[in-house]
């Protein structure tokens, strides 16, 4: 969620969306009610029941957002560390649908969150940390790595996809080929561990108390280096949070900046 003018990656959306049939028939006879909406038409629902409750993602066909690819890596954390366990996965003429099960607690921009961004930024870089030591690198099927990144943002050139009004400030002044360029030499690993994809401070959950109780939308977890994660989720706080986060972040995660690392994922980010 970034300042209002820049091309949005979430939001809450309008009340008045109507679920697709595909969704109402997937999650009947529990209420329906949106929650979440993604710069790519994508939709995400909460389903209430009277013993149970559920989430619902839904993407139109042609948004390029590959649900079951996701499911596939839900699948295999979900024995390994808290995340949403899956309950159904279709799709139709219209598009997909994921039905996932309800983690404990709120996202860490709830505004409970929000009026207290200390203890959920600890509790953002305490589990982040928890995802990258218990995931193991060794054994994930899945990458999330710096070539396949880069051939993916070259990929968007060539199409005409990249949009450099919508990238961050900090990155306008310059050219594409002048990105693409920079993300052409990537600093050193630091340490690969199997990263969420998508360490935004909306994707981990909270308790009352403030602890971590999980994470949530995995559609790009994989092996990279473990600051193609901090990068972001440090940013996240500024979106979210306000300035002067990012150290707290560092601080509960157990680690030191790294201005050089970070600068690159952040653009690398961007790109793709």
């Keep these: ?33 949106v929650v979440w909406e993604n710069e790519l038409g994508g939709l995400t629902f909460e389903a209430v029941g009277d013993h ?8 139109p066909t042609g948004s390029k957002v590959q ?15 808290p995340v949403p366990h899956v309950l159904d996965y279709g799709a139709d003429e219209e598009g997909q649908w994921l039905v996932t099960s309800a983690l404990p607690g709120r996202n860490a921009v709830d505004e409970r969150w929000q009026a207290d961004p200390s203890l959920a930024v600890a509790a ?7 995802l990258h030591d218990t995931l193991p690198a060794g054994d994930c099927p899945f ?9 993916e943002a070259r990929r968007r050139t060539d199409a005409g996809e990249q949009q450099p009004l919508g990238w961050h400030e900090s990155h306008r002044s310059l050219s594409v080929e002048e990105a693409l360029a920079a993300i052409a030499e990537p600093p050193g690993v630091d340490r690969l561990v199997v990263c969420h994809g998508d360490a935004c401070a909306p994707n981990t959950m909270l ?12 559609g790009s977890m994989g092996v990279a280096d473990r600051w193609a994660d ?9 979106w979210n949070y306000g300035p002067g986060w990012q150290p707290r972040l560092l ?19 961007d790109l793709t």
């Design 143 to 151: 990458e999330w790595s710096v070539r396949a990144r880069v051939a």
């Design 1 to 33: 969620m970034r300042d209002a003018g820049e091309v949005f990656l979430a939001r809450r959306p309008a009340d008045n969306i109507v679920a697709p049939e595909s969704v109402q028939r997937a999650v009947s006879p529990r209420s329906l009610m």
């Design 67 to 81: 649900l079951r690819v996701e499911a596939d890596r839900l699948e295999w954390a979900q024995s390994r560390t």
């Design 124 to 130: 953002i870089g305490e589990g982040l940390r928890a």
């Design 230 to 238: 901090l990068a972001i989720a440090t940013w996240s706080t500024e």
């Design 52 to 59: 149970d409750r559920v989430f619902v993602k839904w993407a």
């Design 207 to 218: 308790d009352d108390e403030g602890r971590w109780t999980g994470h949530v939308d995995f």
């Design 251 to 269: 601080d509960a995660y157990g680690i030191e900046p790294d201005p050089e690392r970070t600068a690159y994922y952040r653009l690398l980010w």
